[in-house]
């Protein structure tokens, strides 16, 4: 089943949303990595439904959504960016999963709106980034390409890293 696909446009910034389920269900919304995007929960996506409304954000400058033109990508804003989507789509309080970066965004976001989260399920999330940790993620993006000319080409890259 492919998902439905909604935008959500805020100070001028498009955010692409995949959603999976019934309208209905209570909403599930889950949070990729730093090199992540919404695509790569799509098995998660079709498992949790239909139980749930699954949704999938791409985080500004990841996916489908814009990138940020200031070249803001700071937790802070991004946790406002996932609090605009949230009372957009109408879906608190809803269940918020994140991975990594997305859980440092969850984390963020549950602590200046809990009342849009029932639920905060972290995958790999720390509360703070080691800078030698810091250094390698932005070694790794430094040389990532945006694009790919498969998506086994995409998967070999990921699973190299």
Not at 87 to 114: Q, Y
Request: hydrophobic fraction near 45%; charged fraction near 20%.
């Amino acid at each position: 089943m492919d998902p439905r696909t909604t935008s959500v446009t805020m100070n001028g910034l498009r955010l692409c949303c995949h959603d999976w389920g019934p309208p209905g269900a209570p909403p599930l919304l889950l949070l990729h990595g730093i090199t992540g995007q919404a695509r790569s929960w799509d098995r998660v996506a079709r498992a949790l439904t239909p139980e749930h409304r699954v949704l999938a954000l791409d985080l500004r400058g990841h996916g489908e959504s814009e990138a940020a033109p200031d070249g803001d990508y700071r937790v802070v804003t991004l946790a406002a960016d996932l609090a605009a989507v949230i009372e957009a789509l109408a879906l608190g309080p809803c269940v918020v999963v994140g991975h990594s970066l997305g859980g440092r965004v969850a984390i963020a976001h549950a602590a200046a709106h809990p009342e849009q989260v029932s639920r905060l399920v972290l995958v790999d999330a720390p509360a703070e980034t080691a800078p030698g940790g810091l250094a390698r993620i932005r070694r790794q993006a430094a040389v990532a390409p945006r694009s790919f000319a498969s998506f086994e080409e995409a998967v070999r890259l990921v699973a190299a890293v």
